[in-house]
Every structure is written in C-alpha cells, then in structure tokens.
C-alpha cells in the first residue's frame, strides 16, 4: 500500500510559476514510477512527467510539459512538479500516482490548478 497527498495548488496567473509536491508514505521500496497526471473539465485524465525510479530517476515528460515543467523526486518520500510559464490550458485537477513492482497504480485525491488569462 502506497498513500499520495499532493499540495502546493491553488490560483495563477498566465506566464507565472506554481510548484506542487506530493508527500508520499507506505511501501516506498515497492515504487518503480512516480508521476503527475492531470484532468481538465470534460477531458481524460492524461499524463503530465514521471520519473523511472528503477532507471536512476530518468524523467520524462508530456509534449505538452517540455521546457515548463520540471518533475524532480526530492528525496524518498516527496516528489515535486515545478512549473514554469503556465497557460490557462494548463488549468486542471493535478493527481499524484506512483506504480508499484506488481503494476498496481495508486493515486493521490488530487490538487487544483488553476489558471487565469
């Protein structure tokens, strides 16, 4: 069992900076990915980065992510997501996962962002 409680959502302006974290708890050790995902009103949940925790934290991010967000594991039990020159496209419910060795995936409940034009 893994728990995710994300932080750091909330109001922005467009072009601004927003960081989010995700505490994490539970079977750490069992963790081979950790990533933010997001879902905008009437759209599918979708990824925004990662980290391969098996490949030495390798990141990878969504196109939609590249030279704005910076996804980075500060250390065992927080992973952080920077974002950078946001746009109001960005405005979504951002979700904490983390998969395990057996596939299985867990989620945070989520953290709003929100940005304005």
């Known amino acids: 069992q893994v728990e995710l409680v994300e932080s750091g959502g909330g109001l922005v302006q467009s072009g601004g900076t927003l960081r989010l974290s995700c505490a994490v708890s539970?079977?750490?050790?069992?963790?081979?990915?950790m990533g933010w995902y997001r879902q905008a009103p009437g759209k599918q949940r979708e990824l925004v980065a990662g980290?391969?925790?098996?490949?030495?934290?390798?990141p990878f991010y969504a196109d939609s992510a590249k030279a704005r967000f910076t996804v980075s594991r500060d250390d065992t039990k927080t992973v952080s997501l920077g974002m950078n020159s946001v746009k109001p496209e960005d405005t979504a419910v951002y979700y904490c996962?983390?998969?395990?060795?057996?596939?299985?995936?867990?989620w945070g409940q989520g953290t709003q962002v929100t940005v304005s034009s």
């Open positions: 996962n983390s998969r395990v060795r057996n596939g299985m995936n867990y």
């Open positions: 539970g079977m750490i050790f069992t963790i081979t990915h």
């Open positions: 980290i391969n925790v098996t490949n030495g934290g390798t």
